[in-house]
């Protein structure tokens, strides 16, 4: 299947800095990728859906001031956590998906971000 | 909204064994259904899907059936091997919408 990378893998960061998490197509173009937010024990929750070249789709209940995304290119995607909180720690996963929306989606493996 | 039920985990159980993993969904319209597996340290990977009411997704010796009449779509394999433990996720994609909605994940570890 195809490849998706996320970078990094962990990150470690204080508290009212920004941190960039980078999502990769590796081997296809990715019309659209999301982001999810995984928390201890629970379920993946999408925040948001990009598309390249234009804005991205926040679930309700996301700051998108706070996580800032940004699709440049069929390969690329980037989440933003600016102005990181404790309780921004978590694991955020990526995906992507090449063509219409009836296609697989394709997961990175995720970052573990954790704000002191 | 739509939402994924899964029953909690983890599972143990011993080489060979039969498995079932329980998935209940609450959706509006015809969602597709699907069961993603995570083994340790990589991405998610889809494992099956079925896109309308009594389709049967199998893969890899996994199989569920969609079910409308009582909205479950569970996981079951005949004789589960030590590379199965991972954790498996259930997930619902509503009509025409491409966005995936998840369960809360099992864990399944499977022992020699």
């Known amino acids: 299947g195809a490849v998706v990378s996320q970078h990094p893998s962990r990150v470690i960061c204080k508290s009212g800095t920004s941190v960039k998490i980078e999502c990769r197509s590796l081997?296809?173009?990715?019309?659209?990728m999301f982001w999810y937010r995984q928390f201890p024990k629970k379920s993946l929750m999408l925040m948001a859906t990009?598309?390249?070249?234009?804005?991205?789709?926040?679930e309700q209940g996301v700051e998108k001031d706070k996580f800032l995304i940004n699709h440049a290119s069929l390969t690329l995607s980037t989440l933003t956590v600016t102005s990181a909180h404790p309780e921004d720690s978590s694991f955020y996963i990526c995906s992507a998906r090449a063509g219409e929306w009836g296609n697989e989606q394709f997961f990175g493996p995720g970052t573990r971000l954790t704000v002191l | 909204g739509d939402s994924v039920t899964q029953m909690e985990g983890p599972v143990t159980l011993s080489e060979e064994a039969f498995l079932t993993i329980n998935c209940t969904y609450t959706?509006?319209?015809?969602?597709?259904l699907f069961w993603y597996v995570q083994y340790p340290g990589e991405g998610l990977q889809l494992l099956l899907k079925?896109?309308?009411?009594?389709d049967k997704g199998s893969n890899k010796g996994f199989e569920a059936t969609y079910r409308k009449e009582t909205t479950s779509f569970h996981l079951e394999k005949g004789s589960v091997q030590v590379s199965d433990s991972a954790v498996y996720f259930c997930a619902l994609s509503p009509s025409n919408t491409g966005k995936l909605i998840f369960g809360q994940g099992t864990t399944l570890q499977v022992k020699p």
């Open positions: 959706a509006t319209g015809y969602p597709s």
């Open positions: 079925a896109t309308k009411a009594d």
């Open positions: 081997d296809f173009q990715a019309t659209t």
């Open positions: 990009s598309n390249e070249g234009s804005k991205a789709t926040y």
